[in-house]
């Protein structure tokens, strides 16, 4: 009886050790790819925002930190008007504010989306003049 349990009490703590070290590998390497699987969305970018029939054209400068943070800035083409933008990128989830200064309207501007490519992001919008739509992002090569 004896040595049926010390051999159990073994076996258990092999197993507890096993697991610890693949608890400890998984979450290395998770974090690991997750911050290599960043979508790159930092560059120059032509967006066309769509609310309704109407489309509207803006052109974004934005620079992507190792950490997935986005900053720069934005720029209609009705307009002349320069927008601040910060936001997150998460894997492929892209995700942004757009602030235009009150000088020009004071609009706030959401986009969440998804860069399917280095070139192309896609996804929903909201602008508090304009209410949602949809828009499309395609990077300057």
């Given at each position: 009886?004896?040595l049926?349990?010390?051999?159990w009490?073994?076996?258990?703590?092999?197993?507890?050790?096993?697991?610890?070290?693949?608890?400890?590998?998984?979450?290395?390497?998770?974090?690991?790819?997750?911050?290599?699987?960043n979508a790159?969305a930092?560059g120059?970018?032509?967006?066309?925002?769509?609310?309704g029939?109407?489309?509207?054209?803006?052109d974004?400068?934005?620079?992507q930190s190792?950490?997935?943070?986005?900053t720069?800035?934005s720029d209609?083409a009705?307009?002349?008007c320069?927008?601040?933008?910060?936001?997150?990128?998460?894997?492929?989830v892209?995700?942004?504010?757009?602030?235009?200064?009150?000088?020009?309207?004071?609009?706030k501007?959401?986009?969440?989306?998804?860069?399917?490519?280095?070139?192309?992001?896609t996804?929903?919008v909201?602008?508090?003049q304009?209410g949602?739509?949809?828009?499309?992002?395609s990077?300057?090569?």
């Open positions: 009886m004896k049926t349990i010390r051999w009490l073994r076996g258990l703590a092999a197993l507890a050790l096993l697991g610890i070290v693949f608890v400890g590998i998984s979450s290395a390497s998770s974090s690991l790819v997750s911050a290599a699987t790159n930092g120059n970018w032509h967006y066309k925002l769509t609310f029939g109407h489309s509207y054209a803006w974004a400068t934005l620079q190792g950490r997935g943070i986005l720069g800035r209609p009705s307009m002349d320069l927008a601040s933008v910060k936001g997150r990128v998460a894997g492929r892209v995700a942004m504010k757009w602030q235009v200064p009150t000088r020009c309207g004071a609009e501007i959401k986009l969440s989306g998804t860069a399917w490519s280095s070139t192309r992001i996804g929903t909201v602008d508090s304009l949602k739509g949809t828009f499309t992002a990077k300057d090569l």
